[in-house]
């Protein structure tokens, strides 16, 4: 089993920053990669960004790119997600999820952080 905990999330105006946290605990050993979903009221849960644990590659959805950053801390079990120029349609939960399968889904996911940007 694996333990995801998040923080990090709040509420900012519109152009503002927010960093978020996730700390895996547990069974952690072979893990392939982590990320970040968000998801706002009435629509599904989406990607947003995504970093493989032993290379460090990121990947993003499109309408972050340029404004969000994915980084992890191999020896703290961390991942980040630096947020700036934050929107109001980036309001949503976030939720941190990690997998072990590079071909998988995600396999564990953390309770999630309420991210709000006001107008």
């Known amino acids: 089993q694996v333990q995801l905990v998040e923080s990090g999330g709040g509420l900012v105006q519109a152009g503002g920053s927010l960093r978020l946290s996730c700390a895996a605990s547990g069974r952690t050993a072979n893990l392939y990669a982590m990320g970040w979903f968000r998801q706002a009221p009435g629509k599904d849960r989406a990607f947003v960004a995504g970093?493989?644990?032993?290379?460090?590659?990121?990947t993003y959805v499109h309408s972050v790119k340029d404004r969000f950053t994915i980084s992890r801390d191999n020896t703290k079990n961390t991942v980040y997600l630096q947020m700036n120029n934050l929107k109001p349609e980036d309001t949503a939960v976030y939720y941190c999820?990690?997998?072990?399968?590079?071909?998988?889904?995600?396999?564990?996911w953390g309770q999630g952080t309420q991210v709000t940007a006001s107008a």
């Open positions: 999820a990690a997998k072990f399968n590079p071909l998988g889904a995600y396999d564990y």
């Open positions: 970093i493989t644990w032993n290379t460090g590659a990121a």
